[in-house]
């Protein structure tokens, strides 16, 4: 809360309110004033659009609201910026026990510079876990934002050499089943989005507790889990597209199996290289998000080729 409010009596008038206002340094935080008896305690508020529109001579008291909705001072910023919400108002007045006005607090104190510690830490998570800094979202320079985000891209240049080259030995394979191509983007998109998924849930679990591999082991055997759930029913759903289109039912096995082999795979990747990443005590959102989308590119197209290269060859 600040104190940057203007507090009046029920006995002034419109004009001594005027003459006021013209001693404060009113500042457009200032929404509604707050009248008050000799003893400080809130008695009512003055919204200042009925003070402009009333005549010179009229009694604040008169004008005030005294259905007053305050909250006190004991309670979270989340709980009142509830009640702002709940009654649609831009500030809400503080009190104490004794229902005196200590403060007021406003619509700017739930704006992007006054969060609380933890949620600027979960954004600032989310940021990280990209390849970036919270701070290059505001104030930074074209060639910091550069240097901060080039070497991740890197990452990703190098991942995509290595795809490039690992499609290029599969030519006769894609020559020969021509569908193989048309699959190729749905496979690495469904490997990445799951590891993703995988590395976020770990980089939380990493960032509540000590690390230990014992802590590792019973997350690995849950994704482990989900993830050939998710795989299961991600297969079904291609490897059946495929058949519906191409009638090629030994092709839509075989790219259903490499849909659930390489979602294993993406999940086991999403937990062991934050993992790896941590016990080096290195941040594992500072270099996890980059380096598991990388290998789980890589992971996705071996596994598919060589599945479809057993199976169907």
């Keep these: 809360m600040h104190q940057r409010y203007v507090s009046l009596r029920e006995e002034m008038t419109v004009a001594e309110v005027g003459c006021r206002l013209q001693q404060h340094d009113i500042s457009e935080q200032i929404v509604y004033l707050y009248v008050t008896d000799g003893l400080n305690r809130l008695t009512g508020v003055l919204p200042v659009r009925r003070l402009l529109g009333s005549p010179p001579g009229a009694l604040i008291g008169s004008l005030m609201l005294r259905n007053i909705v305050s909250v006190p001072s004991s309670v979270t910023m989340k709980q009142a910026g509830d009640v702002l919400t709940k009654h649609k108002l831009l500030a809400i007045p503080v009190v104490d026990e004794q229902g005196r006005l200590v403060g007021v607090a406003d619509l700017n104190h739930f704006t992007e510079e006054s969060l609380s510690p933890d949620r600027k830490a979960q954004t600032d998570s989310l940021f990280q876990m990209m390849g970036l800094h919270l701070s290059l979202s505001r104030r930074a320079s074209s060639w910091m934002m550069f240097r901060e985000r080039f070497p991740w891209l890197l990452c990703n240049i190098v991942s995509g050499i ?123 959102k500072l270099a996890a998000g980059p380096i598991v989308l990388a290998c789980a590119d890589i992971c996705t197209l071996l596994l598919y080729f060589n599945a479809i290269n057993i199976l169907v060859r």
Excluded at 170 to 181: G, K, M, S
Excluded at 257 to 267: D, E, N
């Design 162 to 284: 290595l795809c490039a080259m690992i499609t290029s030995q599969y030519e006769l394979l894609i020559q020969e089943i021509v569908i193989l191509a048309m699959f190729i983007t749905v496979v690495l998109a469904l490997g990445e989005s799951v590891s993703m998924q995988s590395m976020t849930i770990t980089i939380q679990r990493l960032q509540v507790a000590p690390f230990s591999w014992q802590m590792i082991f019973l997350p690995l055997r849950r994704e482990l889990t989900a993830a050939g759930l998710l795989g299961v029913g991600c297969g079904a759903i291609v490897a059946a597209a495929v058949y519906l289109w191409k009638a090629q039912g030994l092709a839509a096995a075989a790219i259903g199996l490499s849909v659930l082999l390489s979602i294993l795979a993406a999940g086991l990747l999403g937990v062991l290289i934050p993992a790896l990443i941590r016990a080096f005590r290195i941040d594992p």
